[in-house]
């Protein structure tokens, strides 16, 4: 099991080296090609959803992307260390400002159950994680 990981400040203009860096990283894992636009549109949508949470928390850790080759499937993490609600916790800010936070969270994560078949979301008050996997269908081309 090889793994790849990146860390990058929270500015949107970061997300794009990410993309670029897990579509690398999936096509040497044997992800068929007929998916990357795939997992680059994913991990561009997770990556620009924790940017928008550390900014929005002015939290000044980096946005973590772990990319995971496993023997027949290929996953990428992305982590975010904003305080999610739990469950029975009053909900963070109040009013429109914080619906439509709400509100645009979770049609970034539509978005990307759209893309993903499998895909994991978990958050709590130490921040949040995303994962989502893709099967390796050819065999892993070795990191030089």
């Known amino acids: 099991m090889a793994t790849v990981e990146l860390r990058f400040s929270a500015l949107p203009e970061h997300v ?3 993309r ?9 894992a044997g992800v068929d090609e007929a998916v990357l636009d795939e997992v680059r549109l994913a991990v561009g949508e997770a990556c620009s959803r924790a940017v ?6 002015g939290i000044t850790a980096p946005v973590k992307v772990s990319l995971i080759e496993d023997e027949k499937q290929f996953s990428i993490e992305v982590g975010d ?6 469950p029975g ?7 429109a400002e914080a619906e439509a936070e709400a509100e645009e969270d979770e049609m970034g994560l539509a978005v990307i159950s759209g893309l993903v078949d499998d895909v994991e979301v978990s958050a709590g008050e130490h921040g949040g994680l995303i994962r989502m996997t893709w099967p390796a269908a050819l065999p892993a081309t070795p990191l030089p």
């Open 16 to 18: 794009r080296t990410a």
């Open 20 to 28: 670029l860096v897990a579509a690398a990283v999936a096509r040497r």
């Open 52 to 57: 928008g949470l550390h900014q929005s928390g």
């Open 81 to 86: 260390e904003a305080r999610h609600a739990v």
């Open 89 to 95: 916790d009053p909900a963070p800010g109040a009013g």
